[in-house]
T-cell receptor, first 115, second 113 residues
């Protein structure tokens, strides 16, 4: 039973560039949430996807966008990168079906460094 | 607003002693409270969770208590071991909309041998 996977593991970009991060949810999960974790801080909710639509967004600008594919995998896109976007980006998945647990499982994260 | 406060930010205890981490939340409609352990460079790992219809839950050396009236929940680790050293995060699930998790700021727990 595969857990949540993310790619790439590490990424270095320069200011102004664009980046795409990828997430595959745990087997049986249909809902993907993205979180940003700055150094020394708790994860901050970016947005959540299910049924291929963005369902809720946290306090992040429109430079952050996403997508969910029919196989439930998801991408996070960040445009016009700023130094402050440097962080660990975590993907978490859960199942929305009736009777499923509330547990969200996190992927290993993508460490983004913006120079 | 949606907010989770976590204390202390750092905690150092002797091996074998107990550790307690406390969190308060602002949204009275929150109904699910997980605790995650995050080791350096690793993903957050769920260690225990509690739902709002339960006051206490225990799993071996780890227990969580919830006081809905005070909007307060705590993590208790007994008989601490060196491998318990990590950063611990509490979270509260906001049930409006997509049921996102709001995390506390984290507690760096160090177990001294």
């Amino acid at each position: 039973d595969a857990g949540v996977t993310q790619s790439p593991t590490h990424l270095i970009k320069t200011r102004g560039q664009q980046v795409t991060l990828r997430c595959s949810p745990k087997s049986g999960h249909d809902t993907v949430s993205w979180y940003q974790q700055a150094l020394g801080q708790g994860p901050q909710f970016i947005f959540q996807y299910y049924e291929e639509e963005e369902r809720q967004r946290g306090n992040f600008p429109d430079r952050f966008s996403g997508h969910q594919f029919p196989n439930y995998s998801s991408e996070l896109n960040v445009n016009a990168l700023l130094l402050g976007d440097s962080a660990l980006y975590l993907c978490a998945s859960r199942a929305r079906i009736r009777g499923a647990t509330d547990t969200q499982y996190f992927g290993p994260g993508t460490r983004l460094t913006v120079l | 607003g949606e907010n989770v406060e976590q204390h202390p930010s750092t905690l150092s205890v002797q091996e074998g002693d107990s550790a307690v981490i406390k969190c308060t939340y602002s949204d009275s409609a929150s109904n699910y409270f997980p605790w995650y352990k995050q080791e350096l460079g690793k993903r957050p790992q769920l260690i225990i969770d509690i739902r709002s219809n339960v006051g206490e839950k225990k799993d071996q050396r780890i227990a969580v208590t919830l006081n809905k009236t005070a909007k307060h929940f705590s993590l208790h680790i007994t008989e601490t071991q060196p491998e318990d050293s990590a950063v611990y995060f509490c979270a509260a699930r906001i049930i409006q909309g997509a049921q996102k998790l709001v995390f506390g700021q984290g507690t760096r727990l160090t177990i001294n041998p």
